[in-house]
């Protein structure tokens, strides 16, 4: 395959790690459909030999397309406070006041832009899933329901002026189009303006063999050698690094326009401490691959010894539950399968959409298994008035998967 490095357009062909063929991360097996089985899909991590960005290069997953959307950012309690903090700090570090304006970027349900908006500066969030858009305007915050891109950071500005500071937490890694996004905070980045970035930091997942963070959604593992050019590239440096704790690992960059700010000697050290981690090399990378498949072995090893000496072996995960036509309320599975059938069979698009926004669903995903486990063909599917078919994976008749949008 020829695929392109999203970070400098370099061809890509050196292989970090190949997990093999993965179920999607988030995706949900209902229990009667658990003997059929599930889509596999390639999880192949590249490492651009060039820039060293760390990328995936598949198929599009039909969980890229709404993963977020059942998500509400203020059910973990532990995000909001580190929203909270986040905002005290950013209010204190660059004076922000009631003349000031934040935006941030998949801005979700407000948790944290409800911290500024207390301390009565001005705000506005950019969020792509219009029903938890429509729960941050609820708690009084303004908020556009739209993809982030270089397009639209111009229009913003052009419609309400620049930004003073721009957030934009855990969204970077799940971004395709690098430098579109990234060119997006140059246009609406007031001239001493600052965003803040936070993204899981590459060093940590291959300090500590994370690689169960891998999936499909996630597609660049990211460190400050790889994304400095890219800012570079959009008129942005980063004048300043914090490392936090957050999600086995997390940098949060602080960029400017670039020539506007100096640089801490914070951004210098990380720099440091990802050359001495071997992060200049291609060989640094494609040995994690042998790593891996060294603790897959020794895992392996592990529990066929158990099995011969007698022992049992129980497994317990935690999925979060978002694929099929699952709702994030699994506690009540009578409700789900009433609000599947309704989504599924009914023609009542006003029931149809009572049903959707109850659950907080604006997609429905299909696949072989659960139509043949409702006795449905995918013709009546398309047929229904409330749904919009956004994505096909694979082919009818044999497997695949199909995203309709909830229109109703
Ligand atoms: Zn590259």
Same mark, same amino acid.
């Given at each position: ?8 357009g ?99 349900d ?31 915050i303004?908020?556009?329901v ?37 060119g ?113 072995? @020794?895992?392996? =090893? $592990? !529990?066929i010894?158990?099995?011969?000496? %007698?022992?049992?072996v /129980?497994a317990?995960? +935690? ?62 599917? @398309?047929?229904? =008035? $409330? !749904? ?5 994976? %694979?082919r009818?008749? /044999?497997?695949?998967? +199909? ?6």
């Open positions: 395959m020829d695929h392109k490095c999203r970070g400098c370099a061809a890509l062909s050196d292989v970090m790690v190949d997990l093999g063929p993965q179920p999607l991360a988030n995706s949900y097996v209902i229990p009667q459909n658990a003997h059929r089985g599930e889509l596999f899909i390639p999880l192949t991590v590249y490492v651009c030999a060039l820039c060293k960005l760390v990328q995936l290069h598949h198929e599009v997953p039909p969980s890229d397309i709404f993963s977020e959307y059942a998500y509400q950012s203020s059910w973990s309690d532990s995000w909001v406070e580190h929203a909270r903090r986040y905002v005290d700090l950013a209010t204190e570090r660059l004076g922000l006041n009631e003349g000031s304006k934040v935006v941030e970027i998949a801005s979700n407000g948790y944290l832009l409800q911290w500024f908006v207390r301390k009565g500066i001005p705000v506005l969030g950019i969020e792509p899933a219009a029903n938890i858009a429509a729960i941050a305007e609820e708690r009084g303004p908020s556009r739209e993809f982030f891109e270089r397009a639209v950071g111009r229009q913003v500005r052009e419609e309400s002026g620049p930004a003073d500071l721009m957030v934009a937490n855990n969204v970077l890694a799940h971004v395709h189009e690098l430098h579109d996004f990234v997006g905070f140059t246009e609406l980045l007031a001239p001493n303006g600052r965003a803040t970035i936070e993204f899981p930091h590459l060093l940590k997942l291959m300090e500590q063999v994370e690689f169960d963070t891998i999936y499909h959604e996630h597609f660049s593992y990211l460190s400050l050698l790889a994304l400095e050019p890219v800012f570079a590239a959009e008129g942005l440096s980063v004048v300043d690094v914090d490392e936090l704790s957050t999600h086995g690992g997390t940098l949060r960059v602080w960029l400017a326009h670039t020539g506007s700010a100096p640089e801490s000697p914070n951004v210098e050290r990380i720099r440091q401490a990802e050359a001495a981690a071997g992060l200049g090399d291609l060989a640094t990378y494609t040995q994690f691959g042998a790593t891996v498949a060294a603790h897959k072995r @020794e895992i392996l =090893r $592990h !529990l010894d158990l099995v011969e000496s %007698g022992k049992r /129980a317990y995960g +935690a999925r979060r539950i978002l694929l099929g036509a699952s709702f994030h309320a699994p506690s009540n599975s009578a409700e789900r399968e009433r609000a599947e059938d309704l989504l599924l069979r009914s023609d009542d698009s006003g029931a149809v959409g009572a049903a959707a926004r109850a659950h907080g669903v604006r997609y429905l995903v299909v696949t072989p298994a659960l139509l043949a486990g409702k006795g449905l063909e995918l013709e009546q599917i @398309e047929a229904r =008035r $409330h !749904l919009r078919r956004v994505h096909l994976t %694979g009818p008749g /044999a497997e695949f998967v +199909a995203i309709y949008e909830i229109t109703s």
